[in-house]
């Protein structure tokens, strides 16, 4: 196999995508002493359709990587409040050995741009306004060697990470596409100007209604303490009127009806109701092939249960990392090949059963009826809803209470695919 030498390569390794992912993965490789060169579409800073939510897994990513979250700028949260079936109730973030007790919200036109420059000064090599088209492959092996760009360069690299997002055009250069079996979210939101934008918690409202159906989803209000709220909804594809929703009337509809001491109104939306697409429980597979590492969206690894993607974008670019650095110390392209092909596996070992659970959770929700029984006999008992937020956030230590078991051995004797 012929393959770009450290003398013929533009760098170790090549990036394509500055998000949480592969700024993660840019941050960890350098760590390990490799060239990366990380490369941009866009320019910073740059806008991004999100919640702008960061859960404690989240939050502890953030940490190993040393980003100053006591900085300005960065809200902190005590929980999450629900709002259903006629209930509001508070829930603080479980208090772990794992994770942190807190939660942030931060924008993604600050916080991306944070995550690469992190990675910059970790030695990272960014690149903006570079546009890549496809990958580069060896004409011999067909393995991936770089890619090109939209503006007619060439760079060389002896490994490939797709950090480019759900609609990844690497993957798809490759013969990737994704996995009809795996659930496909929505998410809509914008932004208003509210008093209460410095709430001590973030909230999440269960019942979703199009005139008379229940849809499988929910809404959030994220304060962003800046003046202004960041509220939206998510929509699983598991209902059969999911193809029919007009999501952006469907956001203004849900905050008609919200309490008038959030001050959303017409005259207060701060922005338009932008959208993008939630691909889940690894929609594309495998996760390495020939050269090509996918982490973050470009795999689908989002949560099913709550539509996290953040925390699993920098996860996954980590597990990455950890792999491509022990495979380009190796002596042969043929044991080089042989580790990298073992990032599938480790991803399915770490996510693959819990992300299964999600699965069979969006699919049961998606029937008419459980939602509504779900949100009418499940809120009313505290104890359950400790152990929900656990369960849909994935927030458990390895040795901790009896819910914390549960969850691990659910997630352990469920089928990973």
């Not at 509220?231 to 929703?245: M, P, Q, R």
């Not at 650095?325 to 599938?344: G, I, N």
């Not at 770490?350 to 029937?367: D, M, N, S």
């Amino acid at each position: 196999m012929t393959v770009p030498t450290a003398n013929q390569a533009d760098a170790d390794v090549i990036v394509v995508g500055a998000g949480p992912a592969g700024s993660a993965t840019a941050f960890y490789l350098a760590a390990a002493g490799l060239d990366v060169l990380l490369l941009e579409k866009t320019e910073f800073p740059r806008e991004k359709v999100c919640g702008d939510g960061l859960t404690p897994r989240a939050v502890k990513q953030l940490l190993n990587m040393g980003i100053d979250i006591d900085a300005p700028g960065w809200v902190r949260n005590k929980g999450l409040r629900v709002v259903g079936g006629g209930h509001r109730f508070e829930l603080d973030w479980p208090r772990l050995e794992s994770f942190p007790d807190f939660g942030l919200v931060r924008t993604r036109k600050d916080f991306d741009q944070i995550m690469a420059a992190n990675a910059v000064e970790h030695g990272v090599r960014l690149m903006e306004g570079v546009n890549v088209t496809g990958p580069v492959l060896d004409d011999r092996s067909g393995h991936v060697i770089g890619v090109t760009t939209k503006d007619g360069r060439t760079f060389r690299s002896r490994v490939v990470v797709a950090a480019d997002g759900n609609s990844t055009r690497l993957a798809l250069g490759m013969g990737l596409h994704k996995r009809e079996d795996r659930p496909m979210g929505v998410a809509v939101r914008t932004y208003y100007r509210s008093p209460r934008h410095d709430d001590d918690y973030i909230e999440t409202w269960l019942e979703l209604w199009d005139a008379e159906t229940l849809l499988p989803g929910y809404g959030w209000i994220f304060p962003v303490g800046d003046g202004t709220c960041n509220v939206g909804l998510g929509l699983l594809n598991t209902s059969d009127a999911f193809k029919n929703i007009d999501y952006r009337d469907l956001l203004k509809r849900w905050v008609r009806n919200m309490p008038e001491d959030w001050g959303f109104g017409e005259a207060t939306m701060t922005a338009p109701i932008r959208g993008a697409a939630l691909p889940m429980a690894f929609n594309r597979q495998p996760h390495y092939t020939r050269g090509l590492v996918l982490v973050g969206d470009s795999g689908g690894a989002i949560n099913p249960f709550n539509g996290e993607g953040i925390a699993y974008a920098m996860e996954t670019g980590e597990i990455a990392a950890e792999v491509i650095a022990r495979a380009l110390r190796t002596s042969t392209p043929a044991h080089r090949e042989r580790v990298l092909r073992t990032y599938p596996d480790v991803l399915k070992d770490a996510y693959g059963g819990y992300f299964t659970l999600g699965r069979w959770f969006v699919e049961a929700i998606g029937r008419p009826g459980v939602m509504s029984f779900g949100t009418r006999h499940g809120l009313p008992h505290p104890r359950l809803m400790r152990f929900a937020l656990k369960l849909l956030g994935n927030l458990t230590d390895r040795r901790g209470d009896a819910s914390d078991r549960l969850i691990n051995a659910l997630s352990k004797v469920a089928p990973p695919a």
